[in-house]
């Protein structure tokens, strides 16, 4: 059978598995109350990030590795699912098996990562070996791993994994590449070996030396001398605590990273967990925890009943540790699975690695791949909320979830599953740790382009753009960047004198802001949006009609109807009847409906939302020099006036509702004067305009703003 037909079998329903219930046994009376997982028999357990693997049989006939995440207090079982299939394939491979006290089939030595990754050893018949990583219940890590004999793995903690084989004497250290590739990977010769986060803990040179080398970063970080008598043959790392031993039966501690001092703790075999760690009494038949988080080793205690069995070391094999400041797991005698919690205070929430993606993105521009992948690795489990804000501090997307991991794989869109308008963003991230202890919070900001267009918005930001057309027939687009002037511009010439423009929004459903450009003849041609380029007469464009010449106003207020779309306001120069062609969505305009007659206003300005209710407004400045503003109904209509300045605009012989250009996200005006000074007057999102500023001179060779 073929790894890929291997894979596709793990799609077989998790009916087979028993997963439609949930296993609650209340919560645990005290530290030591073990709650029961009952099974029918366990080939192997591991737990890490509060998330417990064991090989079970299961209702199906057949061996599988079941996953369940199990609550912080160690009392419930949270989800159900698998980590692959466990028993023998036809062609005779199987998942790697070692000699354990449960059968004669032997337990399956398993690791898993605190992220719900697992890993383990797949095995041909004739006994040659591959490494695979599980990452979900459907799907495996795409790492090339050689093909080995006597595999075992080392250490795994979030992303970064350690294991070795005898067959080449190597050890193998390498990153699951979640959502960027991970260039890593390092082979060596098998040491003693522990990965926290991205850092690699190896025997350094001398007794007791240890070196932390930065996968990332690819270098010694850190050199400790631990007071082991001995060149350490297996270390374990957890967070501050770094355990070391110089054998199986030889001299043991923990040495404090933090207090920079050692603590000796009993020899054996042990696992460590986050201040303590457990070891088997085979003697005694107990599982003994030694609590040292306070800088000194108390007294051992018992915590569970486990018999010695005739295998000499059964870490993962009949019990283990979740050294992510969670519990302890082991196989009663009655084969039911039990958690006791250590009872020892973990250290405060924190990050151990991450892999955070870019600050900008580009919803067209992905090829395809419209998601925002993050990760955080924090060291114990934690409730988490993702948050993305726009400009105003308004939030668009959340997102929410549980564990030891936090996995961000944002669509891109909001809460509604709509595109963003296209600007700058805020992330942030807050996780809460689920036993009390600490929070973990970080940010950044994020640049999204290729969502949806802002008012007036020619490019491929929210920014408006001004248009303008010279006497030599060129057409520019004026960008800005955000903060009140224009920086710079492209433009595209052949236009002939008398051409109006009307920098419009999208009509169809590319999130690309068309041009309604009226010839001198009168028709009204439609330009294909092209997110930031300039317009030639010859650009790709559909006629919506002649006859447009007898319009003296064309303007786009933004949406009035209510539908989301830019529509087109158009004055009557005969009669001074406005009216609303509204946009079609199709790339056509709706038959005119009459709103108004405005035969008295000097100029009709569409503004886009002045007052932040989601709607279109216009601007009219009638002859007395008074300025009026008209808010949109999103029913088609608008209200009645409301004045905004008096005495205003006397001066001005072009004046543009051009969008947002300061950044704050209200959209903005600018006015031309007879003396070719642009001025800005930047809105203040409540329906009118801060003073006006200068921020242009010699604008007066434009025939046309717009």
């Known amino acids: ?38 099974t029918d028999g366990v080939w192997g357990i591991d737990y890490a990030g509060g998330f417990l693997t064991s090989v079970e049989n299961t209702p199906s006939g057949y061996q599988w590795v079941v996953g369940r995440q199990i609550s912080a207090d160690g009392s419930t079982v949270l989800d159900k699912t ?31 990562f605190g992220n719900t990754y697992l890993s383990t050893f797949m095995e041909t018949a004739s006994g040659k070996q591959v490494a695979e ?71 350094g040179s001398g007794n007791g030396v240890v070196t932390a080398y930065d996968l990332e970063q690819k270098k010694t970080v850190q050199t400790i001398s631990t007071g082991a008598p001995c060149t350490v043959k297996e270390l ?76 000499a070391d059964q870490r993962r094999l009949t019990w283990t540790v979740d050294k992510f400041g969670g519990d302890i797991a082991y196989v009663g005698q009655d084969n039911s699975i039990r958690i ?70 944002w669509d891109l869109k909001s809460d509604s599953g709509a595109y963003l308008t296209n600007g700058p963003k805020t992330w942030s991230l807050k996780a809460v740790a689920e036993d009390g202890g600490g929070t973990y919070g970080t940010g950044g900001s994020l640049g999204y382009n290729g969502g949806l267009q802002g008012f007036h918005d020619q490019g491929y930001y929210s920014y408006g753009e001004l248009a303008t057309l010279n006497s030599s027939g060129a057409l520019t687009l004026h960008y800005t960047k955000g903060k009140g002037t224009y920086d710079f511009k492209y433009s595209a010439s052949g236009w002939p004198a008398g051409t109006v423009a009307v920098p419009f929004g999208d009509m169809g459903k590319d999130r690309c802001a068309e041009m309604l450009v009226r010839m001198p003849g009168g028709e009204l041609r439609r330009y294909a949006g092209k997110c930031g380029a300039s317009y030639t007469p010859s650009s790709s464009h559909t006629s919506l009609g002649t006859g447009w010449n007898a319009y003296n106003v064309l303007t786009a207020p933004g949406d009035l109807t209510g539908d989301g779309r830019t529509d087109l306001l158009a004055r009557k120069a005969s009669t001074g009847d406005v009216y609303l062609f509204a946009n079609d969505g199709a790339g056509k305009l709706k038959a005119g409906v009459k709103i108004r007659t405005w035969s008295t206003y000097k100029k009709i300005v569409g503004a886009g939302d002045l007052t932040g209710d989601g709607f279109g407004d216009v601007l009219a400045l009638d002859k007395a020099g008074t300025l009026w503003r008209y808010d949109g109904t999103g029913a088609g209509q608008v209200k009645e006036r409301v004045k905004v300045f008096s005495n ?42 801060a003073a006006r500023v200068k921020i242009g001179t010699g604008w007066q060779g434009y025939k046309g703003l717009f």
Not at 10 to 32: E, K, N, P
Not at 174 to 188: E, M
Not at 376 to 392: H, R, Y
């Open 236 to 311: 374990q790392v957890v967070g501050r605590w770094l355990y070391w031993n110089c054998g199986p039966t030889g001299a043991a501690g923990v040495y404090d990273r933090t207090a920079k001092k050692n603590i000796t703790v009993p020899s054996g075999p042990a696992l460590v967990g986050d201040g303590y760690l457990v070891r088997h009494d085979r003697t005694a038949g107990k599982l003994m925890l030694t609590d040292y988080h306070s800088g000194t080793a108390a007294a051992a205690r018992e915590i569970a009943d486990l018999p010695a069995g005739n295998t």
């Open 1 to 38: 059978m073929t790894r890929h037909a291997r894979i596709a079998l793990t799609l077989v329903s998790l009916a087979a598995l028993g997963a439609g219930s949930l296993t609650t046994a209340g919560t645990a009376a005290a530290d030591t109350t073990p709650t029961p997982i009952t």
């Open 133 to 203: 990583i599980h990452l979900t219940e459907n799907s495996l890590s795409g790492t090339d791993e050689p093909t080995v004999t006597g595999g075992r793995f080392v250490d795994a903690t979030g992303r970064y994994y350690v294991y070795q084989a005898s067959s080449t004497g190597k050890q193998y250290v390498d990153a699951v590449s979640a959502y960027r590739t991970a260039d890593v990977r390092l082979t060596r010769s098998v040491t003693a070996a522990s990965v926290w986060g991205s850092a690699l803990w190896t025997p």
């Open 82 to 112: 698998s980590r692959g299939y466990a028993a023998t394939y036809a062609d005779g491979s199987h998942v790697q098996r070692v000699s354990c006290d449960a059968g004669a089939e032997g337990c399956v030595p398993m690791r898993t």
């Open 340 to 409: 006791v919690q250590s009872g020892v205070p973990a250290q405060s929430l924190a990050k151990i690695e991450s892999d955070v993606a870019g600050d900008s993105v580009d919803v067209k521009g992905n090829n395809g791949v419209e998601y925002w992948g993050s990760y955080w690795q924090l060291n114990k489990l934690a409730n988490w909320t993702f948050t993305v804000k726009d400009q105003q501090g308004r939030t668009e997307r959340t997102i929410t979830g549980s564990g030891a991991q936090v996995d961000v794989d």
């Open 648 to 689: 205003w605009g006397a001066s001005y012989n072009a004046i543009v509702g051009v969008g947002d250009i300061t950044g704050d996200g209200k959209n903005d005006l600018v006015a031309r004067d007879t003396a070719g000074n642009l001025y800005r007057q930047t809105g203040n999102g409540k329906g009118s305009f």
